[in-house]
């Protein structure tokens, strides 16, 4: 599925790295919060993923780079501890499935050292118990454990326990589970965190992590830099200043209105 520049003078090692996958999900905070930390860490564009299941699309590439930009790339340097996904097209809904598949397959043949998912979660769907925090953490039941220098950051934030859905929301099949406490719980607008947590089985590896963001609809750079500035703490990145890409001023929101087109 991972697809190197042809320009790297050698292979991508990627299992000393905690990678970072974001989920096309609630205000697009994720995608957001990788394009700051590909920016703030000046990390390099090193390869592709293999975009046949999501929805095709193309545009420019940052800091004047020749080339195009494609729906799903990774980027990565020697002098950080982390490789990004950064994936700006949603999946086709009929290869949704596919999609996990072929990417946890990657990431399990690429020994990632540990995996970070990063959701945004619909905040019309918080509990009164969770007016505390709007960041919250899952691990996986199946997940290895997390390594020392991340686990030990964790204090710093909840576990993440959804209320019990209600009857009337829950399948036969769900109800039938409840209680097993082996299940990944529903994420409001998690887009496929869910879907890629529950295909973690026994077998897996990797160390897995997801940091779940409370966040409404609209201009959500705010809640872009609050999720790095976590995540700088979290996994001790050492961010002295978090830096916009280029493409922000313009790209972002698009051009600014002609103001004589209104009279």
Aim: proline residues 8%; negative net charge; contains cysteine.
């Amino acid at each position: 599925m991972f697809i190197p520049l042809q320009s790297l003078s050698s292979p991508v090692d990627f299992s000393t790295q905690i990678l970072i996958l974001p989920s096309i999900s609630k205000g697009n905070v994720p995608q957001l919060a990788c394009d700051l930390l590909i920016a703030s860490l000046n990390l390099h564009h090193v390869g592709y993923l293999d975009s046949k299941d999501l929805v095709p699309v193309v545009g420019g590439r940052e800091r004047g780079e020749r080339g195009v930009s494609t729906p799903i790339e990774v980027f990565s340097s020697r002098e950080s501890p982390i490789t990004v996904v950064l994936q700006r097209s949603p999946v086709l809904k009929a290869y949704k499935g596919d999609f996990v598949k072929e990417i946890m397959d990657w990431i399990k043949t690429a020994n990632f050292k540990s995996l970070v998912l990063l959701a945004g979660m619909d905040t019309t769907s918080r509990t009164d118990s969770q007016m505390q925090s709007p960041y919250y953490y899952y691990t996986p039941p199946s997940s290895p454990s997390l390594p020392s220098e991340i686990s030990n950051n964790l204090d710093i934030l909840p576990v993440y326990q959804p209320a019990p859905l209600p009857d009337y929301l829950q399948t036969e099949a769900a109800k039938a589970k409840e209680g097993e406490g082996d299940t990944v719980p529903f994420i409001p607008g998690g887009g496929l965190t869910r879907r890629m947590l529950s295909s973690i089985g026994p077998e897996w590896k990797i160390p897995t992590l997801a940091i779940l963001q409370f966040v409404m609809e609209g201009d959500n750079r705010g809640d872009s830099g609050m999720q790095v500035a976590l995540l700088n703490r979290l996994l001790q990145l050492h961010i002295q200043s978090i830096k916009e890409p280029e493409s922000w001023k313009q790209g972002l929101f698009g051009s600014t209105h002609d103001g004589s087109l209104f009279g």
